[in-house]
């Protein structure tokens, strides 16, 4: 088998074929590799690792010759967004403020994709500190997406945020998965953006020890790959209970491939009505009918539901997370690791600030004064406990909800993708990418983005799964459902 044809295999393919004798882990280790140093254009890794991969399909072979028992994920290649810790390799959040930092320790997420025999392609870009929705305020530039528009133009366009080095790698076959992390939709935005799967579980499902923090009560951990299976795969071997990490929930993690199934006879799917924003494109409309009409074909009963406090979602996040950000990243000071700027003659406090000024991008900074705005002594309660009572109130509509349904479908994104440059000169309308998925992230719900179609330019369209708190398997399933009657195979043409 050829270079091309394996890095055209995803996470399923891969192991099975490594199994099966039809290829080695050396070889597909190789062929991802060659793919990753042909693919610095789309400017996807901040760092590369072929030893680690290399390494691993080592190991995996050996084992497979020795008769060993093999790990569910022996032979499979990814990439990790650089959040995640990785003992012995550079660790940035694509911040300069953590240049050169190279950890002492795994990350609980990354240790479990190791332990169960992973090899890492590479460290990926992402927006910095995870705060953004295109990739634009990465500290090394850039992501590019795979993806072109049809009319003619070449703009470069956004592969979403900020798991963007993430969502570009698999959709240009230059890794068959990546994990991904997601606070108001930093895994399903980015999906949808580049025609690929991805899923959010529930909040404690996967340990955010060692996962550089950004919004701690709703940072979770999640898998980007091709399909519904190969996200089933690699959430099994992310998830667990983790001492470690106090937000850990301690839960079995059930066998999500084995309980795959397209058939949801006897499921009920909520349309919520407050999802039809005002001004929402005609093809993400077309797109979402569709999608009910799939639901229908699969056996579903369609029902609707509201979800009356929708609408103040985004402001309610955009309280929470900067002012959980601002505390988070308080620790970035230039004393104990990471980037120390100390002028001349400087005291402590003008380190401080020095540091943080050069460190910390415009983004983070904006974040950073949101945060201790709201936190601050005269605002607290006008704001951040106000938005506290919100965000119960956004988890009660779910809650009534989950009465009349088993799970929801709605649009991921209200558009597809966008040129870089875009949408980066107003925060606000940057914002408005993530109305669709930031409810179900305040409400600490798992979701899933399936690739349900192409708009008028070329570009892929995604739906968005809402499942009820550790039903994840209802999700993968429902996803399952769309993505087989979607039929969805449109790939980037290569162009880097």
Known sequence: MTATHITDLGIAGIRDGFRAGTFSAREVAD??????AG??????????????????ADAADKARADGAELGALAGVPLG????????????????????????????????KLFGAGAGMLGKLNLDQFAMGSSNETSAFGNVISPWRRNDGGNAPLAPGGSSGGSSAVVAARIAPGATGTDTGGSIRQPAAFTGISGIKPTYGRCSRWGTVAFASSLDQAGAMARDVRDCAIMLEAMSGYDAKDSTSVDVSVPRWEAGLSADLKGKKVGIPKEYR?????????????????????????????SLPHTKYALPTYYIIAPAEASSNLARYDGVRYGLRDLPDGANLQDMYAA?????FGAEVKRRI??????????????????????????ARDFEQAWEKCDVLLTPTAPSAAFALGEKSADPLAMYLNDVFTVPSSLAGLPAMSVPGGLDPQGLPLGLQIIGKPFDEQGVLNASLAIEQRAGFTARPGKWW
């Open 277 to 305: 924003v005002d001004g929402m494109p005609a093809d993400i409309e077309a797109l979402w009918q569709q999608g009910i009409a799939w639901m229908k074909d699969a056996g579903a009963e369609i029902v609707e539901v």
């Open 355 to 359: 540091t943080r000024a050069a460190g």
């Open 39 to 56: 693919a610095d254009a789309l400017n996807a890794f901040i760092v590369k690792t072929p030893d680690h991969a290399v390494a691993a």
């Open 80 to 111: 990790i967004k650089d959040l995640f810790c990785t003992e012995g390799y550079q660790t940035t959040a694509a911040s300069g403020m953590l240049g050169g930092f190279v950890p002492t320790y795994e990350s609980t997420v990354t240790a």
């Open 31 to 36: 062929a991802f590799n060659a793919a990753v």
């Open 369 to 394: 004064m949101i945060g201790t705005y709201v936190l601050s002594a005269g605002f607290y309660d006008a704001y951040y406990t106000k938005a506290q009572k919100v965000r119960a109130l956004i």
